[in-house]
T-cell receptor
Framework: AQSVTQLDSQVPVFEEAPVELRCNYSSSVSVYLFWYVQYPNQGLQLLLK??????LVKGINGFEAEFNKSQTSFHLRKPSVHISDTAEYFC????????????FGKGTKLSVKP | SQTIHQWPATLVQPVGSPLSLECTVE??????LYWYRQAAGRGLQLLFY??????ISSEVPQNLSASRPQDRQFILSSKKLLLSDSGFYLC???????????FGQGTRLTVV
């Protein structure tokens, strides 16, 4: 069975510091990988996705993620965060070839402080 | 362009009362439609998905039901709410070809 683990439920950082939000998954089949962001009082937005090809994926707002098949990880990174990056971030997997069942992690709350 | 509308944004309902959350999609046809729930301190859980009018698949046994009376309308219902139904409900649609998902603004339901 597929599962997604986000190791940190909360990550507090200071503005302009780098950040890494960790995501590991388990699956017996190939997967597509996603990171979604939920800003306060808003719906989910897609940050980036990995379907195939280059393992380093660049998304919106300066975020990027690297797919590591051997470590079954898809960690999200940003070299310098802003106050506006304060939000909850969800990692998700979709088993390759399925019609669209997304499996989400529990989310990581990123709090950026001045 | 495609948009998704979900309402209401917040809802407080007493235990035992009925529920109806509505979601509509514009700008696309024959989308896959989904209802997710995020309970407090937990990840998103897929409740229902639909690949066409009248076609509903349930992922988990629960106190809720879903219906798709029109191609771009997806309704989440309950006859009698339980306290455990409290949570954040998200409607979503996906493009069958690109598999990209789009989410509504969500409904925060509190059952008291």
């Amino acid at each position: 069975a597929q599962s997604v683990t986000q190791l940190d439920s909360q990550v507090p950082v200071f503005e302009e510091a780098p950040v890494e939000l960790r995501c590991n998954y388990s699956s017996s089949v190939s997967v597509y990988l996603f990171w979604y962001v939920q800003y306060p009082n808003q719906g989910l937005q897609l940050l980036l996705k990995y379907l195939s090809g280059s393992t380093l994926v660049k998304g919106i707002n300066g975020f990027e993620a690297e797919f590591n098949k051997s470590q079954t990880s898809f960690h999200l990174r940003k070299p310098s965060v802003h106050i506006s990056d304060t939000a909850e971030y969800f990692c998700a997997v979709r088993p390759g070839g399925s019609q669209g069942n997304l499996i989400f992690g529990k989310g990581t709350k990123l709090s950026v402080k001045p | 362009s495609q948009t998704i509308h979900q309402w209401p944004a917040t809802l407080v309902q007493p235990v035992g009362s009925p529920l109806s959350l509505e979601c509509t999609v514009e700008g696309t046809s024959n989308p896959n439609l989904y209802w997710y729930r995020q309970a407090a301190g937990r990840g998103l859980q897929l409740l229902f998905y639909s690949v066409g009018i009248g076609q509903i698949s349930s992922e988990v046994p629960q106190n809720l039901s879903a219906s798709r009376p029109q191609d771009r309308q997806f309704i989440l219902s309950s006859k009698k709410l339980l306290l455990s139904d409290s949570g954040f409900y998200l409607c979503a649609w996906s493009n069958v070809k690109t598999r990209r998902a789009f989410f509504g603004q969500g409904t925060r339901l509190t059952v008291v």
